[in-house]
């Protein structure tokens, strides 16, 4: 099952939202050990989880969080242009481009729910009417990004961090579903469920 949620929502889910922020800092603090704010709670978060952002949410089966990630749009505050603008080259603002940040996979999760995860990505920014998505992630998630089927363009990197643009386009969806063993008309209920039956391309207004 797939969820996309604004930060404003997760107190209907507190559970899933407990479990996400719970595995961030297990994957960030303890496994990739960068210096990030864990709460009393074991929970990971930061300034721009306060900005109301999109999570997009894969559960497993028994409902806990298997893998999410976070959007907010270029437009506004985001952590490529407040703190690595300079990987890449400065920093990049657009209507139809988001950050895409904090790929977390629980630990145990298997390829395929990471990779539905990425579908789910897909599926935002197609009926989103997004051209793309700019990350800034541990380096060493290339190789990951590649076997799971959706490759970013590298902009730059330094010290292990690196910078992405990831194309939103039909042929990259299309593969991804298949890898996935996901439907087309799946992934688009997923969509629907949260913003209606939206005209793929018709972008809705953003929070931020």
Known sequence: MIRYLYASELTHYPDLA????????????DR????????????ETDAYDAMDPLYVLAEDGAGGHAASMRFLPTTGPHMLADVFAGLAGGPV?????????RFCLAPGTKTKAARTLLLAASELGLGMGLTHAVGVFDAAMIRVYRRLGWEPEV???????????WTFAPATHDALARRCGVTHATARAWFEAAFGDLPRGHALPTRA
């Open 18 to 29: 407990a479990d996400m922020f719970r595995d961030r800092a297990v994957q960030f603090r």
């Open 93 to 101: 603002r657009s209507g139809r481009i988001w950050e895409c940040t």
């Open 155 to 165: 902009l730059g990197r330094e010290n292990g961090i690196a910078v992405g643009l």
């Open 32 to 43: 990739l050990g960068w210096e990030v704010q864990v709460d009393a709670l074991g929970w």
